[in-house]
C-alpha cells in the first residue's frame, strides 16, 4: 500500500524525525519545508522503496553525508563517499588560520591528501588568484574532490594523486597545510559509525598515530619558501608531540590552535630562514 508523505514521517519517533525528514526530502529531490506544506502528497512504490532502504541504512549506523551524498563545509556543499571522509566543522580551522596568516598577494599554496578537496576548495573560493595545489593518495577520492570543484566552478586548483609531498610539482610553496591520518590503529575511543563506515587508510596511521605527520614534517622542508608554513591538523591529545617533531626538524614560530571545542587541533611551524 503507498503511502503519502505525512503518514510516512508520522511512522518514525521524535529522534529520527529530523533525519527521516531529510532522507525523504532527499529521495523526492525537494526541501523539508516541501514535506510540509505538501503532507498529502503520494509516493510512487519506487520512492517508497528507496527511502526505506535509506532509512534502515541509516538506522544501521551508517552517516548521513553517506546516505546523502553531500556534507557542508565552510560555505560550501560537498560530494562525498565512502572513498573520502566526512569532512567536519574542525577541519575549518585549517582554512581559517591559513587564511589569517595570508597577504592579499598571490600565494602558492598545497593541501596534503585533501579528500574530497574540502580545505583546497574553501581556500580557492576564497582566495580565487591563489594557485592552490591539491594531493591524494585515492584515486577514488581526487574524482570526488575534481567533481566538486567541477561543481563548485573552482577553478584554480591542480589535482594530482601520489603520496604526501611526492605529488608536487618542484615549486616552492607559501603554504602547506594537511589533515592527514592521526587516529592510533585500536583507539578505542573512535565512533562506531566511523571505524565501520570511513576510508581506514584516511583515517589510521602508525606510531600512535604520527607516522604520517611524522613524515609530512620532514618532507614538506623540501617544498616550503623559506619562512612559509606547514600546518597540520591532529588529534587533540597529539599537539605536544608535534611541536617536539616540527622542533626537531628546523621548524620555528611554532605553535597549536584549538577549535570551536577548546581542543588543540591544528599546529603549526615556520621555515627557518637562513641568513648567510
Sequence with gaps: MLSNVGTVLASYISHQR????????????????HLHTYPEQILTSTQ????????????????MAYLTGCQA????DLRVTSATLIPRPETELLVELALQISSDSKMIVA?????????????????PDWDIYATDMSVDALWVAKKNAERLKINNILFSQGDW?????????DIIVSNPPYVTIGD????????????????????????????????????LKPGAYLMLEHGFQQAEDVRILLAESGYVE???ATDLAGLDRVTMGKKAIVIA
Design 73 to 76: 563545509f565552510w560555505s560550501m
Design 188 to 223: 578505542v575511543h573512535l565512533a562506531k559509525s566511523v571505524y565501520d563506515y570511513e576510508p581506514h587508510a584516511a583515517l589510521f596511521s602508525r606510531d600512535n598515530g604520527l607516522s604520517d605527520i611524522r613524515r609530512i614534517i620532514s618532507r614538506a622542508l623540501n617544498y
Design 48 to 63: 517508497q522503496s528507496d527511502f526505506e532502504k535509506l532509512m534502515n541504512r541509516y538506522i544501521s549506523g551508517e552517516p
Design 254 to 256: 611554532i605553535k597549536t
Design 165 to 173: 609531498c611526492d605529488a608536487l610539482p618542484k615549486h616552492l610553496f
Design 111 to 127: 593541501d596534503l591528501g585533501t579528500g574530497s578537496g574540502a580545505v583546497a576548495l574553501a581556500l580557492a573560493n576564497e582566495r
Design 18 to 33: 529530523l533525519h527521516a525528514e531529510i532522507l525523504l526530502a532527499h529521495t523526492l529531490a525537494v526541501n523539508r519545508a
